[in-house]
DNA sequence: TTTCATTCGAGAGCAGTGCTCTCGCTCGGT
DNA sequence: ACCGAGCGAGAGCACTGCTCTCGAATGAAA
């Protein structure tokens, strides 16, 4: 780590901008990221990217990692700033984080959730900053089955094949968690994102005027579907 | 009506064909459709497509509406094959219909419920063919409320402003479903393409292994949100 | 301090894109 | 039999991602 030679601090810096730059066109322009037109706004000429990028494509993937990392950390912090016993009050403060994130960045947030890229195959550095999200989700499952605090209404039981994979997954995530209650946890999410997307990707801007109250009600819906107390 | 002048056929008949190779390029090529590579694969010049279709966008249009159409068709035949009594049983048709239209047509489905293409806005030709899915869903509510028959678990009740926006949208689909009802319905469509999505751009795939089962328990545990009956 | 090699940006160029315009030809309707 | 509407071809413009080469700057070692 010691000693970053100059070379290596000013080439950091210049993959900074770069960065910094292709944000601002993604948030104009769309998800249809011109290199050309991002060399230009920073006064060079496009081939002087590739010594930074050897491609669009791995611009792209930084800007993905960024955005995953970035929504993550607004997650994560509206989670934290929740009473750890008030199990609603955090589950609202994580989708409201998620939301008013992907609001105030639509074209990042259709980078991450969108349509993948026709050619696109996201790598694996992405797998890990893409599970911070749910993780923050499943975090608030795991503290409420710990305390014993959860109460779901009553459903069909999980059957078997599904049963083995979320047992699987259930240990990925470090065991204890019921089948059960982490498919109900997974529709949760399922629901976050859907409810953001046809919000972000405008399915129900025309019929549903009060959309901050419609997403409260909707991820509250879910709150009940997974058991977590109500008004402590 | 009457007398469709031969020119005017055989154009129609062109207007086909560049729809059915452009959705196999679309098929194969994922969304980036080229219309130079349409017109060559139609043995013409790319400037010859612009005697069907004013722009890209408009062809990319025409797609969708039939893209909607053919989804919209595929869910209402697998209601319509079902008995009408047997709520839950439409329930699951409607969604796996819809499941598996979009796994055989991943590049449709994702032109229609993906990122929306940055400088593009669907026109108001396809918020018709759009609504045909959900009003599927929602016509199982209206059948299930109309005799009774639905039994949802408690929840909150909708406060204001949000009831307001749900009592226009119940009287633009005619009116007597409850708002509640209806928050609820619009949650398992949202789920619905959620699960649908999440699965076709891989979000899934590494950790659920049983997509077929995960699906299905996902739409029960909405149909249980929704209070549609167990089985007969 | 001088040299040297690495790194960088510029520029030209290739193949591809959407789209426009013009020019002839063909063929359907009168 | 005619003739004009409609059509396809072709060239061209501005743009894209990407490659390659060349000269210049510059940090690091001698």
Redesign the interface.
Known sequence: MAAPSIRARVRAEMIDEIKAVARRHLAS????LSLRAVARDMGMVSSAIYRYFPSRDDLLTALIIEAYDALGEAVEAADAGCDRLDLRGRWHAVCRAARDWALARPAEY??L???????YA?PDDTIGPAQRPPLALIGILRDGFGDDRLDP?P??E??E??RA??A??AG?LGGELPEALL??G??GW??L???I??EL??RINR????RD??FD??T???A??IGLP?AD
Chains 1, 2 share one sequence.
């Not at 322009?29 to 249809?32: S, V």
């Not at 959730?113 to 050619?119: A, I, L």
């Open positions: 322009d769309g998800a249809n259709a980078l959730y969108g349509s993948p890229v026709p050619g996201a209404p459903a069909a999980v059957t094949p599904l994979d979320l699987d997954l990925m498919a109900r997974m529709a399922t629901q994102f859907g409810l997307s046809f990707f405008g019929i549903l005027p009060h109250a419609y009600h909707q509250a819906l879910m009940d579907l109500r």
